[in-house]
């Protein structure tokens, strides 16, 4: 079984999606896919509405999630990390314990564009028009983090 984790701030808008359009690629019998937030605001709250609905748009349903904080033992418990940001990098980062830890955490958009460390904009004070954005970005990532994966099981 391989273990991949999804992380932004709160864990309701960017990790909740990457979590849902990653799961909705992968088989369910070799990966796992969850998703958590470096801050503690929203943990045990349903993702955000609007990512509800744009995943929902894309015939995904994410409504059951629930926040929750990414901790130490998520180094243990997972064999990709894969952050939203620069802010969610170097929040996990501190976490690390050593340097297989921190070979664990990747930038996701860098599997798009590598080694430029872009950001998966936070969407959360802008209009729908950011949560279409952000879909359309995770989902690309995700396409090619689920071919990747996909090899190492074949």
Same mark, same amino acid.
């Given at each position: 079984?391989?273990?991949?984790?999804?992380?932004?701030?709160?864990?309701?808008?960017?990790?909740?999606?990457?979590?849902?359009?990653?799961?909705?690629?992968?088989?369910?019998?070799?990966?796992?896919?969850?998703?958590?937030?470096?801050?503690?605001?929203?943990?045990?709250?349903?993702?955000?509405?609007?990512?509800?609905?744009?995943?929902?748009?894309?015939?995904?349903?994410?409504?059951?999630?629930?926040?929750?904080?990414?901790?130490?033992? $998520?180094?243990?418990?997972?064999? %990709?990390?894969?952050?939203?940001?620069?802010?969610?990098?170097? =929040?996990? *980062?501190?976490? &690390?314990?050593?340097?297989?830890?921190?070979?664990?955490?990747?930038?996701?958009?860098?599997?798009?564009?590598?080694?430029?460390?872009? $950001?998966?904009?936070?969407?959360? %004070?802008?209009?729908?028009?950011?949560?279409?954005?952000?879909? =359309?970005? *995770?989902?690309? &990532?995700?396409?090619?983090?689920?071919?990747?994966?996909?090899?190492?099981?074949?």
């Amino acid at each position: 079984m391989i273990n991949i984790l999804m992380v932004c701030l709160g864990n309701i808008c960017r990790s909740p999606l990457a979590e849902g359009i990653l799961k909705s690629k992968l088989p369910k019998q070799a990966f796992t896919v969850d998703s958590a937030g470096t801050a503690n605001y929203h943990i045990g709250n349903p993702p955000d509405k609007r990512s509800i609905a744009v995943a929902k748009k894309y015939g995904l349903n994410i409504s059951n999630l629930k926040g929750r904080q990414f901790s130490v033992s $998520d180094f243990d418990r997972f064999d %990709y990390i894969y952050v939203m940001d620069q802010s969610n990098f170097d =929040n996990v *980062l501190e976490l &690390a314990r050593n340097e297989k830890d921190k070979a664990k955490v990747k930038f996701i958009l860098n599997e798009v564009y590598p080694n430029q460390n872009h $950001d998966v904009p936070d969407p959360y %004070y802008g209009g729908d028009e950011g949560f279409e954005s952000v879909y =359309n970005m *995770l989902d690309e &990532a995700s396409e090619v983090i689920a071919k990747k994966l996909q090899a190492q099981i074949s």
